[in-house]
């Protein structure tokens, strides 16, 4: 292989494994004396590129809160987030609202799908408030849905389908517009085991076909089997039980 090939190939190796996400040390406190809350006690965490990877920890161990900031919803108070090589404190919120829109696809344990919307209504909502364009929106909407296998059911209100279909269209919502990360907080609570692994299998597919990288928080134990690394949240912590299994 002649050497520039091997150096683009070389590089192309080094942005595959660079971390999408860096979380260094971050500190992130609600309310002020005596009601103050430490969410996060600088917690460090890196996600790299096309990675599968669990947050856990019991209730108010500060996962939420974590999710909230790597989707740039929330700022720390102390500590840095690094967006790819983007300085999250030196962006505006202006650049944090496009990022998120055109970059990070969210999915929220109630689903949060507009009711009287059919569920390609809902997933051309979102591409809507992502800004793209009309003459695209159709196709993109389409394939995300075939995506998670909802073609049958894409002229069908959230009512008229079940849990799993309703969470299957929340992630074709968020993965319409081709995002590279991922947040999901519990996509999995509301459903039965059958259903919360077909959600995973459908997070692996992102992951192994298109290099996205999704960050999901779960309590369930038979979800920490299906991902790449587990990090345990203690007390705004990421503990350090963390387990990578890749
Ligand atoms: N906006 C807020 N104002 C005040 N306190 C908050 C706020 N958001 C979170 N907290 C507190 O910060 C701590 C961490 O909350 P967080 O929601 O991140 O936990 P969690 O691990 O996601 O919990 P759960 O598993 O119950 O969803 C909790 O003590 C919570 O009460």
Redesign the pocket.
Known sequence: MPLDEGGLVLRGLEALRSPILDVRNVT?V??RGETQ????RGATLTVDTGSLIALK????????????IMGALDAPNEGSIFYGDRDGSRMSEQQKNEMRKQEIGLIFQSFALVPYLSAFENVDLGLRIAGVQASDRRRLAEEALAFVGLTPRMHHRPQEMSGGEQQRTAIARAIAHKPKLILA??PTAELDSRMGKQIIEVFRELVGTLGVSVVL?T?DPHIMDLVDQVHV?ED?RIGSESIKRV
Do not use: I, P
């Not at 809350?37 to 996060?40: D, G, I, M």
């Open positions: 992130r609600f309310g809350v430490f969410a996060l920890g019991r209730s108010g161990s500060g996962k939420t809160t974590l999710l909230n907080d519990e928080t309590h949240l705004g």
